[in-house]
């Protein structure tokens, strides 16, 4: 077990010379959307905020943990809205910390249905100490990386009450990094997502929405994420996720008041040789809506 768990953390600590997937990821995609789409900004009708952790692989020295906040709203009589973005994620020897700043436009194309346009634009500050791994390639020795890079994105989303599809770029600018030698490849690549979910009423208290999310980057397999999830009674979402290469997911939201929704992921590893050296995957998200008016209820937001 001890040297499956060094293995791989060097691939883990691997990452960032190769063009895997390098944007994190997230269980609760359906419920987190800013975090890979600008457009996303102010889809609530609400003043948004949501706070998330993810702690992938427990019990695996150096495996991913992600925390991640957001806060998006409408302009007031305007069709604009705005978002902030706050995000942390380390692996291994490797840490990554950005905020970002959207902007979307929405455009109104049916009486229920509106096209939204974003962008966005900040910094992420990158901290990859190689030379703190005991080997003596002096590729590592030498390869610290300590570097801020801006970014920008972009991202479309098309919404109705029931329906919803979006597709974005997080980051657009493929950034090299330094890293004190001549034979480092490291950088960031472009990332490409899809999202699409629909909302069916199975009876009066118990809708079904399901959900898709299509990963693509050059030089790693396109990953896809399928999921189910259960709403009842309009106060408890139940899921269950597949994601390719990777995982079976469980997911339990609760609505616990009008304005504060909770929840929780588990993943399970379907690689076998994975799941035996590590106790699956946490993830907790916190959302919390208030309305520009005290007086103006909630209306229940299914994306």
Request: no cysteine; aromatic share 12%.
């Amino acid at each position: 077990m001890k040297k499956s768990a060094i293995l791989l953390g060097l691939l883990i600590t691997l990452s960032l010379s190769a063009s895997a997937q390098q944007q994190v990821m997230f269980t609760q995609y359906m419920f987190n959307g800013l975090a890979i789409n600008p457009a996303y900004a102010g889809s609530h009708k609400t003043i948004s905020l949501t706070a998330l952790a993810r702690e992938q692989w427990t019990g695996i020295d150096g495996a991913p943990s992600t925390q991640t906040f957001s806060i998006h709203s409408p302009i007031k009589k305007q069709r604009t809205s705005i978002g902030l973005l706050r995000l942390h994620d380390q692996i291994g020897v490797t840490e990554q910390t950005g905020a970002y700043a959207s902007y979307a436009y929405r455009i109104p194309i049916t009486e229920h249905g509106s096209l939204s346009f974003g962008l966005q634009g900040g910094v992420s500050y990158f901290d990859a100490r190689f030379s703190d791994i005991n080997l003596s390639d002096p590729t590592f020795a030498n390869g610290d990386v300590q570097e801020s890079q801006p970014n920008v994105g972009f991202g479309l989303y098309y919404n109705t009450d029931r329906f919803y599809v979006g597709a974005s770029v997080p980051q657009l600018i493929e950034t090299e990094f330094d890293r004190g030698n001549d034979d480092s490849d490291s950088k960031l690549v472009r990332h490409y997502f899809v999202t699409a979910g629909y909302i069916f009423d199975l009876s009066h208290n118990l809708k079904l929405k399901p959900n898709g999310l299509i990963k693509y980057v050059d030089g790693a397999p396109m990953e896809i994420d399928l999921n189910a999830n259960l709403l009842i009674n309009e106060i408890i979402w139940v899921g269950l996720s597949w994601r390719s290469f990777d995982s079976i997911d469980g997911i339990l939201q609760l609505q616990v008041t009008e304005k504060l929704q909770v929840g929780y992921a588990y993943d399970f590893a379907t690689d076998s040789d994975l799941r035996r050296v590590n106790g699956g995957s946490h993830e907790v998200s916190l959302n919390y809506r208030f309305s520009f008016s005290k007086s103006k209820v909630i209306t229940p937001r299914y994306f």
